[in-house]
């Protein structure tokens, strides 16, 4: 396996350490060894050593959430999503990706989304086609947005709506390469979608990303990859922020009390925590979780729910009883796929609300 030293390095001092152990949402949900970062590192220091080989452990390379838990609790620096990520580019170049995210690569690439989807409900058509104009605002919805969570889209672009904004959505939107960088890493087609996208996005002056994961990518995977965007980036929740602090958006607190759910790539990788807890509230009174900011625990995705769909239930799971556990009953999420993880679970203890949710009320 040909990576870099410095992975190579942060494999094999990671490989014996537990410092993070109690962090991983994985690893926590599962109760399984293997999914911690240690076990990761364990597994992958073997294949560097040529005693085993990638294919061997390369289910366990995807097991990974790439939410960086990990790495915010780790005094010495060391950084099990960066070994992670090149792993997963190296699978690639070598042909070793397992046949389930080959699958979601090809559909990436063909279609520009994971799940291959290319029609979207005609509610959100309508909605987009009513903003498709050129203004000096994008808003970018994102793939699980569009094609898994129209419904949550379309009430994305009604709070814009209700505040007066005017904006631009695109009805064939460009693909971020937020999900190509998380199957494969920082591979030429990464790079191609994400040059894509900048070239779009650079033709307005604000570019509003609705959802986090993509918010991440352009905001600083785009930059380590060398693509440059121009317009000024920011995240759906600070907008919203914005739009509160100039009185654009009238908000109303009825006294409902909820705790909020930190994407872990605002709190963590963008190191916004206060934008989205100013807008909630706005809305409601807000009650802490134990861990919450950049200790915030990661509640699931769509896209690993593609491939360990019973993963991502336990991992909903137990963040819904992180709930239940300091005596509270609703939960906000600012992530449309921490959103959907949080909904499909079959429960009537915690009600799961969006900031659209909390704003459209």
């Known amino acids: 396996m040909i990576i870099s030293e410095k992975s190579k390095q942060h494999i094999d001092s990671c490989r014996f350490c537990w410092m993070c152990h109690h962090i991983c949402p994985i690893g926590n949900a599962t109760g399984l060894e293997?999914?911690?970062?240690?076990?990761?590192?364990?597994?992958?220091?073997?294949?560097?050593?040529?005693?085993?080989?990638?294919?061997?452990?390369?289910?366990?390379?995807?097991?990974?959430?790439?939410?960086?838990?990990?790495?915010?609790?780790?005094?010495?620096?060391?950084?099990?999503?960066?070994?992670?990520?090149?792993?997963?580019?190296?699978?690639?170049?070598?042909?070793?990706?397992?046949?389930?995210?080959?699958?979601?690569?090809?559909?990436?690439?063909?279609?520009?989304?994971?799940?291959?989807?290319?029609?979207?409900?005609?509610?959100?058509?309508?909605?987009?086609?009513?903003?498709?104009a050129k203004t000096d605002t994008l808003l970018v919805l994102g793939a699980d947005a569009r094609y898994m969570a129209p419904c949550q889209a379309v009430k994305a672009i009604k709070v814009l709506e209700k505040a007066n904004v005017e904006f631009t959505v695109a009805l064939d939107e460009k693909a971020t390469g937020a999900q190509l960088d998380f199957l494969i890493g920082a591979a030429n087609e990464t790079k191609a979608q994400m040059a894509e996208m900048a070239e779009v996005m650079n033709g307005f002056e604000t570019v509003v990303v609705y959802d986090p994961f993509d918010a991440k990518a352009i905001k600083r995977v785009y930059g380590e990859n060398g693509v440059e965007v121009k317009a000024k980036v920011v995240t759906y929740t600070a907008f919203l922020d914005q739009l509160l602090a100039t009185g654009k958006?009238?908000?109303?607190?009825?006294?409902?009390?909820?705790?909020?759910?930190?994407?872990?790539?605002?709190?963590?990788?963008?190191?916004?925590?206060?934008?989205?807890?100013?807008?909630?509230?706005?809305?409601?009174?807000?009650?802490?979780?134990?861990?919450?900011?950049?200790?915030?625990?990661?509640?699931?995705?769509?896209?690993?729910?593609?491939?360990?769909?019973?993963?991502?239930?336990?991992?909903?799971?137990?963040?819904?009883?992180?709930?239940?556990?300091?005596?509270?009953?609703?939960?906000?999420?600012?992530?449309?796929?921490?959103?959907?993880?949080?909904?499909?679970?079959?429960?009537?203890?915690?009600?799961?609300?969006?900031?659209?949710?909390?704003?459209?009320?």
């Not at 019973?310 to 009883?321: I, N």
């Not at 993880?341 to 704003?359: A, G, M, P, R, T």
Request: glycine share 6%; with cysteine; net charge negative.
């Open 34 to 132: 293997r999914n911690t970062a240690r076990a990761r590192a364990l597994g992958l220091s073997l294949v560097n050593r040529g005693a085993i080989k990638l294919s061997e452990v390369i289910d366990n390379v995807y097991e990974c959430a790439g939410c960086g838990g990990c790495v915010s609790v780790c005094v010495t620096g060391w950084d099990p999503v960066m070994f992670t990520k090149e792993v997963r580019l190296q699978a690639a170049l070598e042909g070793e990706l397992p046949e389930y995210i080959q699958k979601l690569v090809m559909n990436c690439l063909e279609s520009g989304n994971a799940y291959g989807k290319t029609e979207l409900i005609e509610e959100l058509t309508a909605k987009i086609k009513e903003h498709s």
């Open 249 to 361: 958006l009238i908000a109303e607190n009825k006294g409902k009390t909820v705790v909020f759910q930190d994407p872990f790539q605002l709190a963590r990788d963008l190191e916004e925590t206060e934008e989205a807890r100013r807008v909630v509230m706005s809305y409601a009174d807000l009650t802490e979780m134990l861990l919450n900011r950049k200790e915030t625990v990661w509640a699931g995705n769509i896209l690993m729910a593609q491939y360990i769909p019973d993963v991502m239930k336990k991992v909903a799971e137990r963040r819904l009883y992180n709930v239940t556990s300091i005596g509270q009953n609703t939960i906000v999420t600012a992530c449309v796929s921490e959103y959907v993880s949080l909904k499909s679970i079959e429960q009537n203890e915690v009600e799961v609300l969006s900031i659209e949710d909390l704003i459209l009320a």
